[in-house]
């Protein structure tokens, strides 16, 4: 009879899955086997794990089907939340919008499935590139809005440029690479309310999209990078 042995695949101690291997005829397997085998279980548990929790954020209510990143409703709900805090703090808020480029060419050359799971790449990279508690949402189609408590515009528009690199130098599958551009604008300077602040971020990502693309604009004159 094989020599059977289960490994469970687990992700922050929650068991996902499980290996279920056999050895041949009169064959066992070496400790130093079933050691690899573990490690190679605990990537692909942890791989798993960030699979089940994606489908499970893209359920939730006030999420983005596609990305699992809250979906534009909960984004304003959330700049209008900051927008306050600010107002009572004194401190600065900031917004930052990023298009990827050229994005419809995906979908017309790889279809649209391959063009949400780039979405959904793009997702991860900006999350991951972001300090611990700002936001980031898909506001539609290939567009992610982001927001920066207690940011001021120079270093709102540095954390743009980190955040347009990651995607940049990011390998997305099938694809390879894509550039994007991003807006960045920051209250009270830009914006007295909240829909002023997401106007001007929009409008300092039209000037970086007019001005070639695969660049960072702010709000206000000629401030493209």
Same mark, same amino acid.
């Given at each position: ?23 041949? %005829? ?24 960030? *699979? ?15 990305? !699992? ?15 306050? =805090?600010?107002? *009572?703090? !004194? ?28 979405? $959904?790449?793009? $997702? ?12 980031v949402a898909r506001l539609g189609g290939d567009e992610f809005g982001v927001i920066l408590p207690d940011c001021d ?12 690199? $990651?995607?940049?130098?990011? =390998?997305?599958? *099938? ?15 830009? !914006? ?13 990502? !039209?000037? $970086? %999209? %007019? ?15």
């Amino acid at each position: 009879m094989p020599s059977p042995s289960t490994i469970s695949a687990s992700s922050f101690r929650e068991r996902v899955g499980a290996l279920d291997l056999r050895a041949r %005829k009169g064959q066992r397997w070496t400790p130093e086997q079933l050691a690899l085998v573990r490690t190679a279980s605990g990537a692909l548990g942890a791989a798993l794990g960030s *699979r089940l929790e994606l489908d499970r954020l893209r359920r939730a209510p006030g999420r983005d089907p596609i990305t !699992g990143l809250p979906d534009s409703r909960s984004f304003h709900q959330r700049l209008l939340e900051e927008f306050g =805090r600010s107002q *009572r703090t !004194g401190q600065p808020l900031a917004v930052v919008t990023i298009d990827l480029d050229l994005f419809a060419g995906v979908n017309a050359k790889f279809g649209n499935e391959t063009g949400d799971a780039v979405l $959904a790449e793009c $997702a991860l990279v900006l999350k991951v590139a972001l300090r611990d508690g700002d936001l980031v949402a898909r506001l539609g189609g290939d567009e992610f809005g982001v927001i920066l408590p207690d940011c001021d515009l120079a270093p709102a528009r540095r954390l743009a440029e980190r955040l347009r690199h $990651a995607v940049e130098e990011h =390998r997305f599958a *099938r694809v390879g690479n894509l550039s994007c551009s991003a807006g960045v604008a920051a209250s009270p300077r830009d !914006g007295l309310d909240p829909t002023e602040l997401l106007s001007a971020a929009e409008q300092a990502l !039209g000037v $970086a %999209k %007019k001005s070639g693309r695969h660049r960072t604009a702010a709000a206000g004159p000629s401030h493209t990078h």
